[in-house]
C-alpha cells in the first residue's frame, strides 16, 4: 500500500489536471529532449555550412583578385648557359687544372694539350717568315740590278743614235762610205733592242718581287702561317669562357682530344636567370619591370629579389599545320578546360642569390604587378611561407 500510494503522489507531482496527467508521460519527456537536441544541432550544422561557404566564396574571390594582381607560381627554373667545352685543336691530355663542379673564373685553363707539334708547327712558321723576308731581300736586289742594265741600255742607244747621225752627216759629205752607214744603223738597233731587253727583264724581276714589305704575297702568306701557328699553340690550353663551374666531364691525363668533340660541360654563372611558367589569365596586369620574390628550393627558408625581364610572345601548342593538309583542331571545351602557361624571364637582382643559382633548380615565384598595394602584403607573407615548404618537399 505504501508503494501504491508514492507512485500515485509521484504522478500528483508531475501534473496538476486530469489532461495533464494523461500527456505527461515519461517517453513523451524523452522525445521532447531530443528534439530540442536535433533542433539545436541542425542550426549549428546550419551555421558551420553557411560559415564554410563564406569562407569559400571569399577565397574564390579573393583567388581571382590575387591572381591579377600578385600571380604566382611554383612552375620556376632556374636557366642559365650550358656550353659545351670543345677543344679546337688535337692532341694527347697532358695536363688537368679543374675538379668538376667547382668555381672557375674567366681565361683559367681547365687542361692542357701536348704542345710540342704546336711549338714545332710555331718555329717552323718563323723560319718560313725569316726566308720570305731575304727571298723578298734578294728579289728585290735583282730589280735593282735590272734598273741599272735599264739604265745602260738607254744610255748605249742615247750614244748610238748620236754617232750614228754624225755617220751619217759624213756620208752625205762623202766622207765615209755607205757600208759604215749600215753599220751605224745595226748598232743603233742592237742599242734599242738592249733598252728593250733590259725592261723586259726589270719587269720580270718586279713580277718576282710583287709588292714590297708585308704586302709582298710571299710574304703575307708566310705571316699568316706564322698568326695561324701561335693560334693553334695558344688554343693548346683550354681556357674557361667566363665565370661559371665544369660539370659532366670524366677526363684522365693521356686522353686524346679531337678537334670539335666536346671534352666537357660548362655551366656560366654569369648569365643566369629563372623561367617561370604563369597561366594566360595571369598576365594582364604584368609587365616587364615588374618586381619579383621568389624562394629556391635550394635554399630552403630564404626569399630572394629580382625583376620581369620579358613575357613570351607566343608558345609551342602542339599545332603542326604543313601546306597541303588539313587543318587541325584540338577535341578540349568546357569551362575548366586546362590553361595555357606562357614563360616569363626573371632576373636575378645584383648578387642575389650568388653561389646558389643551381641550372635547373626549382623556384616558386610571386609577382607584384604594382606598388604599394594591399594585395602585396599577402603576397610577400605567402611566398615566406612557401620558402618554408622547401624542407620536406
Known sequence: MADKHNDISSTELRANTPEQAVLSTPTD???????????SKNQKIRKATNII???????????????RYIPSTDLGRVRGF?????????????????????????????????????EIALFTAEQNVTQA???????????????AKVVNAEANFTNAKVQSKRIFTMVEQQVMSEADADNA???????????????ADLAKAEERLGSEGENNT?????????????????????????????????????????????????????????EANFRENSLGNMQAGDKVEFALDYAPGEVFTGKVAYIDYGVDWGQSE???????????TGWLRQSQRFPVTIHFDDEEAKGLRRVGGQADVMVYTEENSLMNLFGKFWIRVVSWFSYVR
Open 218 to 274: 710571299a710574304v703575307k702568306s708566310a705571316l699568316l702561317a706564322l698568326e695561324q701557328a701561335e693560334l693553334n699553340l695558344a688554343r693548346s690550353e683550354i681556357k674557361a669562357p667566363t665565370d661559371g663551374v665544369a660539370s659532366n666531364f670524366r677526363l684522365k691525363e693521356g686522353f686524346y682530344a679531337n678537334a670539335g668533340q666536346p671534352v666537357m660541360t660548362f655551366i656560366s654563372s654569369e648569365d643566369v636567370w629563372i
Open 53 to 67: 561557404l563564406i569562407v569559400v566564396a571569399f577565397l574564390f574571390v579573393f583567388h581571382l583578385i590575387a591572381d
Open 82 to 118: 650550358v656550353v659545351p667545352i670543345t677543344p679546337q685543336v688535337s692532341g694527347e691530355v697532358i695536363e688537368i687544372l679543374t675538379t668538376p663542379n667547382t668555381l672557375i673564373r674567366k681565361g683559367q685553363v681547365l687542361a692542357r694539350i701536348n704542345p710540342r707539334d704546336y
Open 29 to 39: 519527456d524523452i522525445h521532447v529532449a531530443n528534439g530540442a537536441a536535433d533542433k
Open 322 to 332: 604543313q601546306t597541303g593538309k588539313l587543318a587541325q583542331t584540338t577535341g578540349q
Open 185 to 199: 744603223r745595226a748598232e743603233l738597233a742592237s742599242a734599242e733592242a738592249g733598252v728593250a731587253s733590259a725592261k
Open 133 to 147: 723576308g731575304q727571298n723578298m731581300g734578294a728579289l728585290t736586289a735583282n730589280v735593282t740590278a735590272a734598273k
